[in-house]
C-alpha cells in the first residue's frame, strides 16, 4: 500500500527565515510526486511534478527536490504571502493519487 | 476561463436525501476523479475515469455513484446521504502532454444533519 508522510505538521516562520518541508514516501514504482499549495476554502493549486530521484524544479522561492525515498520543498526568504498548506502526493500507477496530510506554513512580516 | 467547475460551492443535506455534485473542464482532459478532503488527512480518491463511458473505484467508493456520458462532466451522486459524508469533495482532471499534473476544483462542502 502507498504511504505518504510529511512533516512537520505546522511550521511557523519569520519573513524572510527559510525552511525545508519533507515528504517521505514509500510505493513500489514511483511514476511522479506532485507538490501542491492549498489556501483556506481553495482547491490545491499545482506547484510541481517530479519524476526520476535527482530531479529538482524551482518555482519563485520554491525549490523541490527528490530522492527515492523523499521529496523536500524548500522555501527561500519566504514572504507572508507564501503561507498555506503545502500537499505532497505520489503516483505509483495510472490511475490513482495518494496524499499526505499537508504542512501548514505560516509566514509572519 | 479554462479549468475545472464544481457546483454547488455548499450544500447541506438531510440524512438520507441525495444529491449530485457537478464536475466540468474545458480543457479535454480524458482523465477525471473525485476526492474528499476531511481534516488532519490527506485527500482521499473516491472515484475515478479515464474517458467517457469508462469509470472504476478508489479508495473509498461506498455510498457514491459516478457515471461519464461527456468528456467534459463528471457528476458524483451521493444515493442515501450519511453524516460520515460531511466532508469537502474536490474533482480533478489531469493533463498528459508534455509531463503531467493534476488541476482541481474550487470544491464543495457538504454538510449532512
Known amino acids: 500500500e502507498d504511504q505518504v508522510t510529511q512533516s512537520p505538521e505546522a511550521l511557523r516562520l519569520q519573513e524572510g527565515e527559510s525552511s525545508s518541508l519533507n515528504c517521505s514516501y514509500t510505493?513500489?514504482?514511483?511514476?511522479?510526486l506532485f507538490w501542491y499549495r492549498q489556501d483556506p476554502g481553495k482547491g490545491p493549486e499545482f506547484l510541481f511534478t517530479l519524476y526520476s530521484a535527482g530531479e529538482e524544479k524551482e518555482k519563485e522561492r520554491l525549490k523541490a527536490t527528490l530522492t527515492k525515498k523523499e521529496s523536500f520543498l524548500h522555501i527561500t526568504a519566504p514572504k507572508p504571502e507564501d503561507s498555506a498548506t503545502y500537499l505532497c502526493a505520489v503516483q505509483a500507477d495510472d490511475y490513482k493519487l495518494s496524499f499526505g496530510a499537508g504542512t501548514t506554513v505560516t509566514v509572519r512580516a | 476561463n479554462a479549468g475545472v467547475t464544481q457546483t454547488p460551492k455548499f450544500q447541506v443535506l438531510k440524512t438520507g436525501q441525495s444529491m449530485t455534485l457537478q464536475c466540468a473542464q474545458d480543457m479535454n482532459h480524458e482523465y477525471m476523479s473525485w476526492y474528499r478532503q476531511d481534516p488532519g488527512m490527506g485527500l482521499r480518491l473516491i472515484h475515478y475515469s479515464v474517458g467517457a463511458g469508462i469509470t472504476d473505484q478508489g479508495e473509498v467508493p461506498n455510498g457514491y455513484n459516478v457515471s461519464r456520458s461527456t468528456t467534459e462532466d463528471f457528476p458524483l451522486r451521493l444515493l442515501s446521504a450519511a453524516p460520515s459524508q460531511t466532508s469537502v469533495y474536490f474533482c480533478a482532471s489531469r493533463w498528459d502532454r508534455g509531463g503531467y499534473g493534476y488541476t482541481f476544483g474550487s470544491g464543495t462542502r457538504l454538510t449532512v444533519v
Open positions: 510505493v513500489s514504482g514511483l511514476r511522479g
